[in-house]
């Protein structure tokens, strides 16, 4: 079945699940997706914050990058940054949205990285 012909209710059902995954292999923190202008489309973080708020610092940060790399010639490929107990990662996805992951100290980043071109298309055939 095509899935960007799925009711919304079915693609966000299933977009759950992508984080989920994403989330419970990576062992992270939380996973966000949002739209390139900052809008929250979904989030599974262990925590309670105003992700709303995060994830429109997070395009900020992104085109701040990219206007970085425009400069100097080159595209991002992901935003890391370091904080004392965590990390924060962003990565552009397809259909103007990007992922933004929390990470923590005994995550497994790594698992994620290598998959992370499968997420990435999950993600694009549900938006």
């Known amino acids: 079945m095509n899935e960007s012909k799925l009711p919304q209710a079915q693609k966000f059902k299933k977009l759950e699940l992508v984080l989920e ?4 292999l990576g062992k ?6 949002a739209d390139r202008d900052g809008g929250l489309i979904i989030e599974n973080v262990t925590e309670d914050k105003d992700f709303n708020e995060f994830s429109a610092m997070c395009a900020s940060v992104l085109e701040s990058a990219e206007g970085l790399g425009q400069i100097i010639g080159g595209n991002v490929s992901k935003i890391i940054t370091d904080l004392d ?43």
């Open 21 to 24: 995954e994403i989330k419970n």
């Open 28 to 33: 992270l923190k939380g996973v966000i997706l």
């Open 85 to 127: 107990e965590q990390t924060i990662v962003i990565i552009e996805c397809e259909n103007k949205t990007f992922l933004s992951f929390l990470i923590e100290k005994d995550s497994h980043f790594g698992l994620i990285l290598d998959k992370i071109a499968d997420f990435k298309q999950k993600i694009e055939k549900l938006l």
